[in-house]
């Protein structure tokens, strides 16, 4: 069963931030999907593209809302080549996979050459000033 942003914000920040009622850095919002940058990055401009209709896993979504988030993933990657023509896109769906928020999540992580950027060391907070210089970069045209 899926269920929309107002049953699921109570406990879910992906709802809360499509809510407006926490804070996120977005770079791509359409009717049924928005992208912003995580705030604990593997890498400089670390996206995660998620849609507004709360699911826990890919296949949770109907069809239709799967197409809208892989055309919104499709898009973002185009203004990550901004940044740099190498990046990972990935999702993880369940626990033991590596989810850490229950709602459909698909990470695009820029590449700069560094060996592994998915290390099990804690990863720096976002800043506020490199927030801002990626919102300018990855805007929209």
Known sequence: M???????SEKCVFCDIVARRSPAWIIYEDEGTMAF???????????LV?????GARLTDLPF???????????EVCRRVERLTDDYNVALNAGARAGQIVFHVHFH???RYGE???FRA???PPLTELEARTL????AGD
Do not use: C, M
């Open 2 to 8: 899926v269920t929309g942003p107002s049953r699921a």
């Open 37 to 47: 940058l995580d705030i604990f990055p593997f890498t400089r401009g670390h996206l």
């Open 50 to 54: 998620i849609p507004k209709h709360h």
């Open 64 to 74: 239709e809302q799967q197409t809208a988030l892989v055309r919104s993933l499709d």
């Open 108 to 110: 695009v992580i820029p």
């Open 115 to 117: 060996s592994n950027p």
């Open 121 to 123: 060391t804690s990863r």
């Open 135 to 138: 919102v300018a970069e990855l």
